[in-house]
Structure formats: structure tokens, C-alpha cells
């Protein structure tokens, strides 16, 4: 599966963005799809995933009540939607795939095979 990541940019704190995570090639179904993001300087962390069949979703505690994923199957797009944005925030963000992955691996970058182009979101005044 292809991953296509969109919707970056910048904005001021306490703005919103929606980023958008498209596959080709395959749909999400059976997927978890994941959102991982990479500060300069910093290693890559975990920010959410969803599992597509079920529509569970997982998300750090630095974002957890900022942030929603969704999923669009139609259009086999998810989306991570980031309100409340914080300068602490800006990185470049990743969508990441992988079947049929256990809860415990969905926090875990190395779990995922299939990796999207980032988007680098830049939040500031």
C-alpha cells in the first residue's frame, strides 16, 4: 500500500489543521494507520492510530483531548484533525500502515511497514 500525506502548514498557536493520509494501491481495511511525528533534534514519537475495522483509537497524552482521528472509508483516507496547536507541536508528521497489529504494537513505529512522505506542520506567531 501507497501512502500519500497531506494538510501541513502554519498556523498560530491555538490553531487547527487537518491532515489527511491517502492509500493507494490497496484499501485500509484490516489496517491500523498510524500518526507519527518528528521534531528537529528529536527522535520520532507516536502521536495516534486508528484500527480501521473497528474504528479504535489510540493517542498520546501530549495530545490526547486536542486531537481526533478519523477515517473515511470511501475515500480510504484517515485523518488526523490537531486543534488547540502549541508551538511544542510542530514537527514533521507521518501516517505509517500495517495489518492486523495487537494494541500493544500500535505505539510503536517499528510495527509499521508502510510509510508515507511527511508533512511538516509549523505552529507559530
Known amino acids: 500500500v501507497q501512502l500519500q500525506a497531506s494538510g501541513g502548514g502554519l498556523v498560530q498557536p491555538g490553531g487547527s489543521l487537518r491532515l489527511s493520509c491517502a492509500a493507494s494501491?490497496?484499501?485500509?481495511?484490516?489496517?491500523?494507520v498510524g500518526w507519527f511525528r518528528q521534531a528537529p533534534g528529536k527522535e520520532r514519537e507516536f502521536v495516534a492510530a486508528?484500527?480501521?475495522?473497528?474504528?479504535?483509537?489510540y493517542f498520546a497524552d501530549s495530545v490526547k483531548g486536542r486531537f481526533t482521528i478519523s477515517r473515511d472509508d470511501a475515500k480510504n483516507t484517515a485523518y488526523l484533525q490537531m486543534n488547540g496547536l502549541k508551538p511544542e507541536d510542530t514537527a514533521v508528521y507521518y501516517c505509517?500502515?500495517?495489518?492486523?497489529?495487537?494494541?500493544?504494537?500500535?505505539?510503536?513505529?517499528?510495527?509499521?511497514?508502510?510509510w508515507g512522505q511527511g508533512t511538516l506542520v509549523t505552529v507559530s506567531s
Open positions: 505509517a500502515a500495517d495489518q492486523h497489529l495487537v494494541t500493544s504494537s500500535v505505539r510503536i513505529a517499528d510495527s509499521y511497514d508502510y
Open positions: 494501491g490497496r484499501t485500509f481495511r484490516n489496517y491500523v
Open positions: 486508528i484500527k480501521w475495522n473497528s474504528r479504535a483509537t
